[in-house]
């Protein structure tokens, strides 16, 4: 009986450890690692400051960070994960960014209160609503229908008014909404679509990470000069340099 | 304990070493589909160590299934065969994440019940072989023949239904195979017959009335998250040994396909299809309605910009695909255009079931398409061209996280890129194109071998007859058989300003020009070429990534990996530096510890048993000996099966093709050497016989090196058949010396010490399997060439090691320390 006992015990450990459902803990235990999430990313960006040509994120944009509930965003049986600075999956083979991503992205833009954001690829609605607490209004739109649908709800359930959802194609942007002064592409693309660069306003920023779902390899910026004209940057968001040379 | 009936079940054990091979090619193919081809050979290579634990559990419990011996080895059979389809299913709905595996490593425990559930009709099936050798093991050479010219029916079987039926399905007709195994079994010992002809009826029965299984794949391929999108439509599946073909449509949300298109681009493509391999996206038919206004976009892309310099006539594509680069240049005015394609369903999806769509565009002139590996097609064909085009490997994502590490490339070598240069006509170009990732590897190494291509050749000036361009995501290098002119350069120019890209190098261009409109921290590639022409090597050496060109003996064009950068790649993995592992080495690397691990594990485990050891051989000088032997010759076969194949790749054209005629033709040879050594080792003795032998492998290992490569060339004019009679004829002779190994030693064991007998097939498979995954590694670092060295090597060891020592000159003598 012993050993079935102990052969039982080892079988639920086994379980919980391929993913079983488990509680997410109360929220000031959310507050309090949502926090110890958002100083690992301030860390991480010192390490890769020469990348990002910056130290440091804009102090808004760690703010929100820390008052986007990630918990409340990604799937139920996810929760116990949401503030690990890492991706995690949220069904219908995609993921929600890891955040220290996520912050970048959102940095790059150089988000104001002023501004209005595009987001191509809704995903669980975190970058959205991350952008939601930095601008004016953001416009998101999702290709996968009930991706876009849960998101919807999400989002207004946590009280983001200032988020518009649509479902559908992406590549023509939303005209409707614009013309924006930042557009955040979270889903790779082998092309940069014609239609959003002609919607981003004259200063405006477009970001795109580039990789697999799990893995970010690199990010694009694109930036609209004043008269127009267009520069790209590409950004290694890691620290590892130098790549030539006596090391 | 010897059986009483004298006759072995050869037809039986062929028939279930054959099922089994069947099924570990079919669940190679199955797991390529639903994950990724890299942890199928990782998956499947750990779950045939199923047959290393087959000798462990009978060495542990060697007394039951010596009483019960008959029965026991019908039974196995059987359970391989019930196992078969279940054990895949299982293991597929375990959903296991591989790119998650990185963040979530409690993600291991799904892997190792897959490892576990794929391992146990291997269990099965190897337990029934290894039963054959303990019953029957005087008549070991019998045993050992008729189990590999199953195993060589099994692969030819394998591409057979590959061919016919759907991996589903093919899956179950290895499992039929083994039922029919089972019932053989029973007809040729003489026990169960009647059970195990129930037992094939209700299998059968319940194969043909069971709805077929469905594949899950995981969500996160390609083609799996693309079918989640609102409008998406699967318009064709097509399956062959080269793969699964899936079309998929999208009226709704089109698919946009412009690789590398620059930001100034405006033009958007017209209606594509995408075409996924092996549920990875491969490329796209362009619709072609006839109004040139829709493919306006193709003149903007990068691949294009050869024709801002040239109008060439005639165009070679390679690697076509579903057809762009050959719309391109039809679109662009080429007279001839021949577009080379290896896989014949992506050839026959774009020439016959899509013909309307495409414009016709693999079934009417210019374009001429032609079915065949492109190397071989280079090396057969004898026409000049204007321009060569060679688009990107692999994918944007892939590429750049090391996953292609593996696969061998040999169009991306040294003598590859040779072999194109020797067919540009006066002024021609080859336009080759790498995508960028970030820091870049796959365009350096482009670079690097183009550059040694050319120096290899006696161009003097070879910075005269190269120009690159970049856009954010993708480089072209264009080489001339000739040179650039002022007038080309400026063309070049305006096309890149056009269109969004920028210059990246050619001979005397300022350094600060690259970094225009798309920037790098570095401009890498300019550094890169400008270092490779002057051939100075510190840029190369001082790179974090080996970016060296490859050649024909290590063709692993995305293996970047070079050590001294994994520490620091280890320590930023959270931070961002995930993507730079070159996971593809690492994951083959990660494959041989847990296959060393496991394999030692199973291998020692019988021994802390004392009590399966009989008396007289506690001393352990013949179990020194008995590993020595059969690990040193499980490595060393494995080691010469994978160079050879590799060897027989370019010769035969096709990887698959090489892969069928080697392993077949090693499997029959050695079975006859088996055979052949029996009569051998009656007559002068086993371990004379043995050691003979392995002086007769290591001179016709050593020849064979010396000879292959002439050989080929002097062949390489022949038609297929005389071809593979070539193959046949060359790769014999050793593969009959090998042969006689095995069951050689594992007949004096049976005579003198049976209670090894199971321990040596333990010892056996854990090496061959281990020794599979150890050649990749050894073919990696060293090259194929090398790996054959070291193969004869370890055949040398078996002169020091055969288990049994013997007294006088009869193959069963007693051994000096037997009492």
Known sequence: ????????????????????????????????????????????VRMTSQYLGRDRLDSRVLEAMGQVPRHELVPERQRRYAYENR?????????????????????????????????????????????????????????????????????????????????????????????????????GASQVPPPLIEQLKPGGKLVIPVGSRFLTQQLLLVEKGEDGELRTRQILPVRFVPLTGGH | ?????????????????????????????????????????????????????????????????????????????????????????????????????????????????????????????????????????????????????????????????????????????????????????????????????????????????????????????????????????????????????????????????????????????????????????????????????DLRFLASLPSAAPYAVASPGRVLVLEAGGGLLALQAKYLGAKQVTAVERNPDVVDLVRDDFAGFSGDLYGSPPVNVVRAHPRSFLTSDRRDWDLIQLPPSGGLGGGASGLFALTEDYLRTTEAIESMLDRLAPDGILAVQAWESL????????????????????????????????????????????????????????????WGYDLAWYQGMPREQAQGLNRTQEPWLYDAITAFIASEDNFTRGYKFDIRPTDDDQPFFNNFLRWRTLPETVRILHSGGMALLEAGYILLLATLVQAALLATILILLPLVRSRSCPPGLAGGVKRGRTAAYFGAIGFAFMLVEVAAIHRFTLFLGEPLMASAVVVSTFLVFAGAGGLAAGALAARFGARATARTGAVAVVALGLAWLLVVGSAFDAGAGLGTAARVALVVVVTSPLAFAMGQFFPTALGALSEHAPALVPWAWAVNGCASVTGAVLATVLALALGFDRCMLVALALYLVTLFSFPVVARGSGPFAPAIDDT
């Open chain 1, 1 to 44: 009986m012993e050993a079935w006992a102990i052969r039982s015990r080892w079988v639920v450990l086994c379980l919980l450890a391929m993913g079983g459902p488990a509680s997410a803990g109360p929220d000031s235990d959310m507050a309090a690692r949502r926090q110890a999430m958002v100083d690992e990313i301030a860390g991480e």
């Open chain 1, 87 to 187: 991706p995690l999956p949220i069904g219908h083979g995609q993921t929600i960014s890891q955040p220290y991503i996520v912050a970048i992205m959102t940095d790059l833009i150089e988000p104001e209160p002023t501004h209005v954001v595009l987001e191509v690829g809704t995903g669980s609605g975190y970058q959205a609503a991350v952008l939601g607490r930095l601008v004016d209004r953001v416009c998101t739109i999702e290709i996968i229908p009930p991706l876009a649908d849960r998101a919807r709800a999400d989002l207004a359930r946590l009280g983001y008014g200032n988020i518009r959802t649509r479902t559908g194609d992406g590549y023509y942007g939303w005209p409707e909404c614009g013309p924006f002064d930042g557009i955040v592409v979270t889903a």
């Open chain 2, 1 to 293: 304990m010897p059986q009483s009936n004298p006759r072995p079940p050869l037809v039986s054990l062929a028939m279930a070493s054959g099922a089994a091979l069947a099924y570990q090619l079919q669940l190679v193919r199955l797991f390529s589909i639903i994950q990724w081809h890299h942890f199928a050979y990782m998956i499947i290579s750990l779950a045939l160590l199923g047959y290393g634990a087959s000798g462990t559990f009978l060495s542990l419990f060697r007394r039951p299934m010596e009483t019960w011996l008959g029965q026991a080895y019908i039974a196995c059979i059987a359970m391989f065969a019930i196992l078969a389809l279940p054990a895949f299913l299982l293991a597929q709905s375990l959903a296991f994440s591989p790119e998650e595996l990185l963040w979530r490593p409690t993600m291991i425990w799904r892997l190792a019940c897959i490892y576990l559930v794929l391992g146990t009709p291997f269990f099965f099936v190897a337990c029934a072989i290894g039963l054959a050798f303990m019953g029957w093991g005087r008549q070991s050479n019998r045993i050992y023949a008729a189990d590999l010219t199953g195993a060589a029916a099994g692969s030819v079987l394998a591409i057979g239904l590959a061919w016919t039926l759907n991996p589903v399905a093919a899956l179950s007709g290895s499992g039929i195979l083994g039922v029919l195994a089972a019932v053989v079994a029973a007809l040729e010992t003489g026990r169960g017959r009647s059970w195990m002809t129930v037992m094939a009826a209700a299998y059968l029965v319940a194969t043909t009335v069971l709805p077929a299984p469905q594949l899950q794949p995981s969500p996160y391929k390609d083609l799996a998250s693309t079918l989640q999108v609102a409008g998406a439509q699967t318009r064709a599946v097509r399956s062959s040994p080269y793969g699964q073909v899936t079309v998929v449509t999208n009226p709704r949300v089109p698919f946009r396909d412009a690789p590398g298109m620059g930001l100034k681009v405006t033009a958007e493509p017209p209606a594509q299809l995408a075409l996924f391999h092996d549920g990875d996206f491969a490329s796209t038919i362009t619709r072609d309605s006839g109004d040139g206004a």
């Open chain 2, 439 to 498: 820091p870049p590897r796959g365009s350096l190494r482009l670079a690097a071998t183009l550059v040694n291509a050319l120096q290899r050749r006696g161009v003097e000036t070879p910075g005269d007859s190269i120009v690159a361009l970049r856009s954010w995501q993708m480089a072209v290098i264009l080489v001339r058989n000739g040179r650039f002119g002022l007038a080309d350069l400026s063309e070049l120019g305006e096309f890149a300003t056009t």
